[in-house]
């Protein structure tokens, strides 16, 4: 029976170019021009690039060529026309010496850079990053760029080095957060919880929801009675108090506390927490405590309003059962098996009109390159349905449901166990013994 908890959401790496900003005033930069390899190194020697003009010092009217030209790049970039743009960044190069000028050299190479992000150019958008940095190794922004190509391209530990480098050179301890939110989203907990914990440290009393996070990642970590004391420091707090107290629950319910973990589920209720999987999980906890009638009031309440209808569906029929509602509880079975039945046999006619042909070429085409998922019955609703008809004096039903059980190997020594029970009952005793010399087989 899975236990659902509620984690905060961490941003996934495809998502970090929504976090990290490009560059301030700039936007990406363009694909033709990349600067030849041979060309930067000889800029860092202190050479011009081979294909540029090689000039002992700048003349003033090229320095206003390559003023105009910059300044003509950024309105184009700040008006989003990036191809003007580019054409202006490359009228920059021609009058642009990498060795007397490298920090403008590595600028025009960065919004270039900036332009190929924009346009989803990521590869041509990292060769003009890196030769940014052959000329200026410290330009902390080409770090912050290449993070968001390599979030781009879910390549999260490249990502997080490169952020954590941009951090280094900037000092701009806040993006800790998000160093954190990539090492949680490629499941390392403690490197999530050690980039956390600097973040904290260099906002200080800012981070209002710094222990709410830290329990949360106790949690996740599966260090529950220390996450339990993190959420409640928040029982009061207007923001975090239900989510706290519905934490607080899963917790609880984690170590077996299921009564500690109803009160902490009601008092999530009361603060006026709507968490997916309170009424589930709060469910799970009163049936585990054989409060019957409380799991089931939370289960019907589960079915109408959370996705796990099947289950809460089940563990319905369950409590239905244990105050003895047998009919009750063989319509609730019903209803589960019916819909799961129903549901595979409209998955198996579409499986086959998919193979016939008798769909689309598109549909066919998925057909033939997926699986067919099937949803899958509990056999325990046969099983148990069987107890209820048995109970109700219904044979001929529970014989079969057991059949059905026996047919799946659900519960093999038992199944045929109760069978024969109930061939008994029917006067049928050469079925009950065979029933029962198989129940004796399988039982080892």
Not at 44 to 72: I, M, R
Not at 155 to 172: F, G, H, P, R, T
Not at 381 to 404: E, F
């Amino acid at each position: 029976m899975s236990i659902r908890k509620l984690i905060a959401a961490g941003l996934a790496a495809g998502m970090l170019l929504t976090t990290v900003p490009v560059i301030a005033e700039e936007a990406p930069a363009e694909e033709e021009a990349v600067v030849e390899e041979a060309a930067v190194e000889e800029a860092v020697a202190g050479e011009a690039p081979a294909e540029q003009p090689a000039v002992e010092a700048a003349s003033v009217v090229d320095t206003q060529k390559l003023d105009a030209s910059y300044t003509l790049a950024l309105n184009a970039i700040n008006a989003e026309d990036y191809e003007t743009a580019k054409e202006y960044l490359n009228v920059c190069f021609a009058y642009c010496d990498p060795a007397s000028n490298p920090t403008m050299y590595a600028d025009l190479l960065l919004k270039r850079a900036c332009i190929d992000v924009i346009e989803e150019k990521n590869d041509m958008a990292l060769l003009n990053l890196d030769a940014a940095l052959r000329v200026q190794p410290d330009l902390a922004d080409a770090y912050l760029v290449r993070t968001q190509v390599y979030a781009a391209q879910n390549n999260v530990d490249a990502a997080i080095e490169n952020l954590e480098k941009y951090i280094e050179l900037s000092e701009d301890t806040s993006l800790y957060e998000t160093v954190a939110q990539l090492n949680e989203a490629k499941g390392d907990i403690e490197a999530a919880q050690a980039a956390y914990d600097k973040y904290v440290e260099g906002a200080g009393s800012e981070v209002a929801e710094a222990g709410f996070q830290n329990g949360l990642y106790k949690m996740q970590a599966g260090k529950l009675e220390e996450a339990i004391e993190a959420f409640e420091a928040y029982a009061e707090d207007e923001t975090y108090a239900a989510g706290a107290a519905y934490n607080i629950g899963i917790c609880r319910m984690n170590l077996g506390d299921y009564a500690g973990a109803i009160e902490a589920f009601n008092s999530c209720e009361e603060k006026g927490g709507e968490f997916e999987g309170l009424k589930y999980n709060r469910g799970v906890c009163a049936l585990l405590s054989e409060q019957w009638e409380a799991a089931a009031a939370d289960f019907a309440a589960s079915i109408e309003s959370e996705p796990y209808v099947d289950d809460a569906r089940y563990n319905l029929a369950i409590c239905q059962m244990q105050q003895e509602d047998y009919e009750t509880a063989i319509a609730t079975f019903t209803e589960l098996i019916g819909d799961g039945e129903q549901a595979n046999e409209a998955e198996t006619e579409e499986k086959e009109e998919a193979e016939a042909g008798e769909t689309d070429g598109a549909d066919t085409e998925d057909a033939e390159t997926e699986e067919t998922e099937e949803r899958v019955v509990n056999d325990g609703a046969y099983y148990y349905r069987a107890v209820c008809n048995a109970a109700l004096g219904n044979l001929d039903a529970a014989v079969a449901d057991y059949s059905v059980c026996i047919d799946h190997g659900y519960e093999l020594a038992q199944s045929y166990y109760q069978r024969a029970q109930v061939y008994a009952a029917l006067g049928d005793t050469e079925a009950q013994n065979a029933d029962l010399q198989a129940s004796l087989s399988v039982a080892g």
